[in-house]
């Protein structure tokens, strides 16, 4: 069949294109270089922006500071938890001169009067840490599922790519058997059309072949691990801030 239909075919494509530039090269640049300038004037805007921004932060911050200075001065009661080295030397001089002591502290004051080093935190502080935790945690808890999700998708398709390793092959359930009878031209290619039919259905047709399937990417276990060390990393911070303010009041003290 092949033989009776083999003919050759030739094309021949001619481009032709036409440019009119109404602009000089020298005024293209000129117009490129001010479209430069404009993005550069928009980047140093936003630098000022920042600018004007973080000093207003740092003016923030030093009135934070100038006003737990006062409290901290005026206020018996700010932030005055703490046993210090003054404290222990002036409640033993009180002792020895027969004046009433504080020293040592009931069970119910150790819970909420400390040494500045103690490790154990404070009421107040373990209250500040567990807020933090909590904000922590639910990041954690979105990056989890976002994590699982893309774990589940990756073993659906890995799924799908193991039991397609297999070929399907199909077989025509009926066969029907065309006879031409006859001599001449169009007897033979009558014949040659037939014969192409009769091997599709007996011959093996592949439904699905291994070479059109696609292997699923692996997750990047990598980026999951530095991930999980990020979190780790916020969970110390917010753990070790509640010891780090006690560094006010080492200052102010």
Known sequence: MKKEFEFNMSASVRFEINLNSSQSVHDMAQKIMEEVSQDRERVLDLMGLLTYVGLFLLLFLYLKAVLYKNRYLHSDDFDN???????????????????????????????????????????????????????????????????????????????????????????????????????????????????????????NITILSKKCLMEPLEPEYMVYLFIGFLYGLVCFLVVAGGYAKRLQRFVCA
Do not use: C
């Open 81 to 203: 938890f703490y046993i210090t080295k003054q404290f222990v030397e002036l409640d033993r001089k009180f002792s020895t001169q027969g004046k009433p002591a504080v020293l040592p502290l009931s069970k119910k004051e150790a819970l909420t009067y400390i040494t500045p080093y103690y490790l154990r935190l404070t009421s107040r502080e373990r209250r500040t840490v567990m807020t933090g935790l909590v904000s922590v945690l639910k990041h954690m808890v979105m990056g989890g599922v976002v994590i699982a999700l893309d774990l589940m998708v990756f073993w659906v398709f890995d799924i799908l790519h193991y039991h397609a390793q297999t070929e399907i092959v199909a077989r025509a359930p009926l066969v029907v058997d065309i006879q031409v009878n006859g001599s001449g031209y169009a007897s033979d290619i009558f014949k040659d059309i037939v014969a192409s039919f009769d091997v599709l259905q007996k011959g």
